[in-house]
C-alpha cells in the first residue's frame, strides 16, 4: 500500500498544479490554495478528505489570538480517542520544503503530536509563526477571506482551554481545482496499461509455446553453423599460419647449423694449428760461416 501511495504522490507532484478549495464557515467563507506540486502526501491526505467530505460539520475547537485557530475533528468526535485519522486511517511522515513556511497570516498547516504524526487535524495561523518552521507540514494558504479569518480570531474563547465560546464550525468545502483527482486518473490508467501488457506477453507465450521453441533452436543451429565454419576456417589459417611459421624457422635453423658446422670446422682446424711456429724459417747455410771473414 505504500507503495501505491508513493506512485501516486509522485504522479501528482510531476502534475506541477496547485489545488484549490472554498470553505464555508458559519461565519464566512475562504478560498484556500492548496500546496499539492510541493507537499503531495499531505495534500492528497487533506483533498481526499474534503472529497470525502470528512470536514463538513467540524468544530473548530481551539483558538489563540495572535497565534492560530485549529479544527479538523470529526464532527462527531466524543473525546480524544475518537478524533479521526488520516484519509488513509494511519499517521504520515512530514513533509518539509523551504519555500513553505509558517509566514504571515491565512497559513495553513498540519497539527501533530510529534514527527511523523500526521493525521487530519489542521490549523491556520493569525500571524508569522517561524518557530513551526520544519515541525509542522505546510500545505495551504489562505488566498481570499481574511477577513472571516480576523472574525475568527476576535471570537471569545475560554482562558483555560482556549475553545471558542461562540461555535465556529465547517459548514461545507467546495473544491474549485483538484489535481489529486487527475494524478490518481494517471496513476490509475498507468497501472491498468501496464497489466495489459503483462497479460498480453503471458498469453502470447501460452499460444505459441512451439513456435518459439523451434525458433530458438534453428537460431541456435544456425549459431552454431556460423561458429563452426568459423572455427573450421580459423583453425585452418592457423595451421597455414604455423606451417610457414614452422618452415621460416626450419630454413633459418639449417642455415645457422651450416654456418655452426663450417665455424666448428675453422674452430677445428685453428685448433690443431696450435703447436706450429709462426716465426720464418731459419736461413739456409752459406759460406760464410760467421761474420769474421767481413
Known amino acids: 500500500e505504500?507503495?501505491?501511495?508513493?506512485?501516486?504522490?509522485?504522479q501528482l507532484k510531476r502534475l506541477k498544479k496547485k489545488g484549490t478549495i472554498r470553505m464555508f464557515?458559519?461565519?464566512?467563507?475562504?478560498?484556500?490554495?492548496?500546496?499539492?506540486?510541493?507537499?503531495?502526501r499531505t495534500a492528497?491526505?487533506?483533498?481526499?478528505?474534503?472529497?470525502?467530505?470528512?470536514?463538513?460539520?467540524?468544530?473548530?475547537h481551539r483558538s489563540i489570538p495572535n497565534f492560530m485557530i485549529q479544527g479538523g475533528k470529526k464532527a462527531d468526535s466524543k473525546g480524544k480517542d475518537d478524533q479521526g485519522s488520516s484519509y488513509w486511517d494511519k499517521?504520515?511522515?512530514d513533509e518539509f520544503d523551504d519555500r513553505l513556511t509558517h509566514s504571515g497570516q491565512g497559513v495553513l498547516s498540519m497539527a501533530n503530536s510529534g514527527p511523523g504524526t500526521?493525521?487530519?487535524?489542521?490549523?491556520?495561523?493569525?500571524?508569522?509563526?517561524?518557530?513551526?518552521d520544519r515541525k509542522h507540514s505546510v500545505v495551504g494558504k489562505v488566498l481570499r477571506g481574511l477577513d472571516t479569518l480576523k472574525r475568527m480570531e476576535q471570537t471569545p474563547t475560554n482562558k483555560d482551554t482556549d475553545k471558542p465560546l461562540e461555535t465556529i464550525r465547517i459548514e461545507s468545502i467546495e473544491i474549485l481545482d483538484n489535481p489529486v483527482s487527475e494524478a490518481l486518473d494517471l496513476e490509475r490508467r498507468r497501472i491498468?496499461?501496464?497489466?495489459?501488457?503483462?497479460q498480453q506477453l503471458i498469453d502470447s507465450r501460452k499460444s505459441s509455446p512451439a513456435v518459439g521453441l523451434s525458433s530458438t533452436v534453428s537460431s541456435k543451429d544456425a549459431a552454431t553453423d556460423r561458429g563452426g565454419n568459423a572455427s573450421?576456417?580459423?583453425s585452418s589459417d592457423d595451421v597455414?599460419?604455423?606451417s610457414f611459421t614452422i618452415g621460416k624457422y626450419l630454413k633459418v635453423a639449417k642455415r645457422d647449423s651450416s654456418k655452426g658446422t663450417k665455424k666448428s670446422k675453422t674452430e677445428t682446424n685453428t685448433s690443431g694449428d696450435v703447436g706450429i711456429s709462426r716465426l720464418p724459417p731459419p736461413p739456409k747455410k752459406t759460406s760464410f760461416g760467421d761474420f769474421s771473414g767481413w
Open 25 to 40: 464557515t458559519n461565519v464566512g467563507a475562504m478560498d484556500i490554495e492548496i500546496h499539492c506540486d510541493v507537499v503531495p
Open 232 to 234: 573450421s576456417k580459423e
Open 91 to 93: 499517521p504520515f511522515k
Open 192 to 198: 491498468e496499461k501496464r497489466k495489459k501488457e503483462k
Open 118 to 132: 500526521n493525521g487530519r487535524q489542521f490549523f491556520i495561523t493569525y500571524k508569522s509563526c517561524s518557530h513551526l
Open 44 to 60: 492528497m491526505n487533506f483533498m481526499l478528505l474534503v472529497e470525502k467530505g470528512e470536514y463538513n460539520g467540524s468544530k473548530f
Open 240 to 242: 597455414a599460419s604455423e
Open 2 to 10: 505504500d507503495e501505491i501511495i508513493t506512485s501516486q504522490c509522485e
